[in-house]
């Protein structure tokens, strides 16, 4: 029998989680017994995990003794902390949030895009910002193909990456604004209910934004290539799920829009969703509750030498978060990386 492996997943009472626990079952990872961990709070609700259900227990230091991998995603302190306890108790880690992304002793990993990455993990492996994943998996065809000079990105991002919290200020601004009340604003520091806020994570001394940061650095990790200019805009706008992004690129070589729409469609992980005369192109709403990125609205950008720009969207929990980690997952066995060297 194929080697089955004690999984926990870290924060499972949370949006990420509860995704990693759905798709830890729906793909079929070779879990033996999966381990529900979360705050305090949390410790003995009943969380669901294929057919069967699981007690929360309470995350600890000796919470990793028996644990073969763990999936983190309850925030960066606690990965900050928790991730190096896990990993000296032999446990590998997949973390989701980004206090290890950018440590040159940590891999940061799209299986699509820079899966021989995995070879040289020291037992933690950090997955991508939520943008940066989608992004990366439609440019790396056309980087390898033609060569990216720049990229310019304004992001349009769910309130399911900020957490459950603030889908649930979301629908209850909604409501009360819809019911003739004013708006509560608690998450956030403005209303998100019908409204745009250009601000994702805090502010930085350049003026730009932590999340727009994360886009220029991730982007550049996991394409192996420093010389790509990057340049973000993330804005969080009333959307439960899914994160869209308009993408302008500006190429070493020329490459037509239908070069590089059949050069999309054939990538593994990629929809390509583009044809304007049936109002066909990519919709959170659709992508919402499924795994590909969606790519459309290719066409030629004019003002540059070679230059295209593309729309895309993908569900940010799944590919932006939980299933790009489970994908990670299955990458390491496959490779039978599911040791701590
Ligand atoms: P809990 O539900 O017990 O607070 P989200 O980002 O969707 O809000 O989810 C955050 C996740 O991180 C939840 O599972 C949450 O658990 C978990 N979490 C928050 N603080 C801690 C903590 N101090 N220890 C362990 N898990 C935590």
Redesign the pocket.
């Known amino acids: 029998m194929s080697r089955q492996y004690r999984v926990a997943v870290?924060?499972?009472?949370?949006?990420?989680?509860e995704e990693m626990r759905r798709t830890l079952a729906e793909r079929g990872f070779p879990v033996s017994e999966l381990t529900a961990?979360?705050?305090a709070?949390?410790a003995g609700k009943e969380l669901a995990f294929g057919d069967q259900n699981i007690v929360c227990r309470?995350?600890r230091e000796d919470s990793f003794a028996d644990i073969d991998l763990a999936l983190f995603?309850?925030?960066g302190s606690?990965s900050a902390k928790f991730a190096p306890i896990a990993r000296d108790s032999g446990c590998v880690v997949v973390d989701n949030s980004s206090s290890w992304r950018m440590d040159p002793a940590v891999p940061l990993i799209v299986p699509e895009v820079n899966p021989h990455d995995a070879e040289w993990h020291s037992g933690i492996i950090a997955n991508p910002n939520c943008s940066t994943i989608q992004m990366v998996v439609a440019l790396k065809p056309l980087h390898d193909a033609v060569q990216i000079k720049r990229v310019v990105v304004s992001t349009y991002q769910a309130v399911s990456g900020t957490?459950?919290?603030a889908v649930t200020e979301l629908q209850r601004q909604v409501k009360d604004i819809s019911e003739g009340r004013g708006a509560q604003v608690a998450v956030y520091p403005h209303q998100i209910a019908f409204n745009c806020l250009p601000h994702i994570d805090v502010f930085l001394d350049d003026g730009s934004t932590k999340e727009e940061q994360k886009m220029v650095d991730e982007t550049k990790k996991i394409l192996g290539d420093t010389s790509i200019a990057v340049s973000a805009t993330c804005v969080r706008v009333p959307v439960y799920d899914g994160h869209s992004e308009a993408v302008n690129l500006e190429f070493e070589r020329e490459i037509t829009p239908d070069q590089a729409r059949d050069l999309l469609a054939r990538t593994p992980g990629i929809v390509v969703e583009d044809n304007p005369e049936t109002y066909l192109y990519p919709l959170p709403i659709r992508a919402s509750g499924t795994d590909p990125v969606y790519v459309g609205r290719i066409r030629r950008d004019p003002t540059v030498r070679h230059g295209l720009n593309l729309w895309v969207v993908a569900d940010n929990l799944r590919k932006g978060a939980a299933l790009n980690a489970v994908q990670v997952a299955e990458l390491l066995v496959q490779k039978n990386l599911i040791r701590v060297p």
Not at 10 to 17: D, F, I, L, Q, R
């Open positions: 870290v924060g499972a009472t949370g949006a990420v989680g961990l979360a705050s709070r949390s309470e995350l995603s309850a925030g606690i957490g459950v919290e």
